[in-house]
Nanobody, 122 residues
Framework: QVQLVESGGGWAQPGGSLTISCAAS????????MGWFRQISGKEREFVAR????????NYVDAVQGRFFVTKDNAKNTMYLRMHNLKPEDTAVYYC???????????????WGQGTQVTVSS
């Protein structure tokens, strides 16, 4: 079973920094991409950032451009989201999303983690 587990969420002051992580495990054949989405209370889930696992290309939503950065650790199948200059509007549940082909499937599919809460307030 392929699983994604987020960790590192918590509280930060406006202008502060926080890093969250997503670890993939299980029957993984290949990873083509991993990314972050977030859901602000009362709103729909939205795209935040993505890391092409093999291409190493990245892209970000305009709202976090220049403040958030995705990195990875291949040995640990882990992706990180480094968040800087946090704003109250960044408060949300952050979800890890990964495009993974399992050892029992012929094609890749999307997997989701359970989410980790990030709260930014003074």
């Amino acid at each position: 079973q392929v699983q994604l587990v987020e960790s590192g969420g918590g509280w930060a002051q406006p202008g502060g920094s926080l890093t969250i992580s997503c670890a993939a495990s299980g029957d993984i054949f290949s990873i083509s991409g991993m990314g972050w989405f977030r859901q602000i209370s009362g709103k729909e889930r939205e795209f935040v950032a993505r890391f092409g696992w093999t291409s190493e290309s990245t892209n970000y939503v305009d709202a976090v451009q220049g403040r958030f950065f995705v990195t990875k650790d291949n040995a640990k199948n882990t992706m990180y989201l480094r968040m800087h200059n946090l704003k109250p509007e960044d408060t949300a549940v952050y979800y890890c999303n990964a495009e993974i082909r399992s050892t029992t499937a012929p094609t890749a599919t999307a997997y989701w983690g359970q989410g980790t809460q990030v709260t930014v307030s003074s």
